[in-house]
């Protein structure tokens, strides 16, 4: 079936998910409204049968992010996400105890003349522990994986690489007052990079790996016709003619597939049914985001841009 063919055919949601083969998972994500190519099924197929964690690397927008959530909603379980950002450490990422609520209660117990041991052990319960993403992660996989996110690792710092490296080791953690909690079954872990910085050897050999690129003409198409189900078939076509235009452009940030849903929204609200040079330009937010790079687009010509989405492609070379 061709992208003008699927038009905005809406598909059923939630149903389970098959790993039977890379061709069943392709096709249950697809339910879901993911378009994934063969090589990303295959993949995603073999990080489940293998248990192993997937890492997906590519530009911002590309869709990295959005299979993990599709993911979890397949497998009918908790997404549990760790964004990642500069000075992000293992408290943050793991746990940490309720220090205020700790403090109450000592108090309480003090002014009872409570047993010194006793107290120190009921504060440093699982009533007064405060889980953080890796700890909620093993402690949520008892009945079912969890599907664990580790989102733009590559935005923080090499040391905590380094730690979330024994983490995904051995799928345990060690809490000095309480002792070792183990996942009696391994999430499932996604981990996304901007590619903002390499990422160490030690830890993509532990991973299965992906390079997520920009989608081909056709699978764009396809993927803005199942989003934005209510535009037309040529204006998406217009829309995503002009994003491969764009992205062959030396901008400061290329728009991605994110960037490409948005712009169809936008032009869709304005009732727009085909591309013009007046509604691009008026809309150039909704792809670009940054001043230099919308300098450039328009110095490039935005009327031959759209003359070219325009094309049909058969006229196409």
């Not at 530009?59 to 908790?78: C, H, S, Y």
């Not at 991605?256 to 936008?266: I, M, P, S, Y």
Request: aromatic share 6%; proline share 3%; hydrophobic share 40%.
């Amino acid at each position: 079936m061709t992208p003008s063919q699927s038009g905005g055919a809406k598909r059923r949601k939630n149903r389970e998910i098959d790993f039977s083969s890379a061709e069943a998972v392709q096709e249950s994500i697809r339910q879901n409204d993911y378009i994934a190519d063969k090589t990303l099924a295959t993949t995603l197929f073999l990080a489940m049968k293998l248990e192993k964690p997937l890492f997906l690397e590519g530009e911002a927008g590309v869709g990295k992010t959005e299979l993990a959530k599709v993911l979890a909603t397949l497998l009918d379980t908790e997404l549990i996400r760790l964004q990642c950002y500069e000075g992000l450490d293992s408290n943050s990422a793991l746990y940490e105890w309720n220090y205020a609520k700790q403090l109450l209660h000592i108090k309480m117990e003090e002014g009872n003349k409570g047993d010194a041991k006793q107290i120190e052990k009921d504060i440093f319960s699982e009533e007064y522990l405060i889980e953080r993403p890796l700890l909620r992660a093993l402690v949520r996989s008892k009945e079912k994986p969890a599907v664990l996110l580790i989102d733009e690792i590559d935005r923080s710092d090499e040391e905590f690489e380094a730690f979330l490296l024994e983490i995904l080791s051995d799928f345990q953690i060690t809490i000095p007052e309480m002792g070792t909690i183990r996942a009696a079954r391994n999430p499932v872990v996604v981990l996304t990079s901007n590619r903002t910085r390499e990422i160490h050897d030690a830890l993509k050999r532990r991973c299965l790996y992906l390079w997520v690129d920009y989608p081909t003409f056709e699978k764009e198409v396809e993927i803005v016709t199942t989003k934005v189900p209510d535009a037309p078939v040529k204006l998406a076509e217009q829309v995503c003619r002009f994003m491969g235009q764009a992205r062959t452009m030396d901008f400061y940030k290329r728009p991605g597939v994110a960037e490409t849903l948005d712009w169809a929204q936008a032009l869709l609200a304005l009732h727009k049914e085909e591309l013009d040079a007046d509604s691009v330009r008026e809309t150039l937010g909704c792809i670009l985001k940054y001043q230099d790079d919308i300098k450039r687009i328009e110095e490039d010509g935005i009327e031959s841009m759209v003359a070219t989405a325009h094309l049909s492609p058969e006229v196409e070379v």
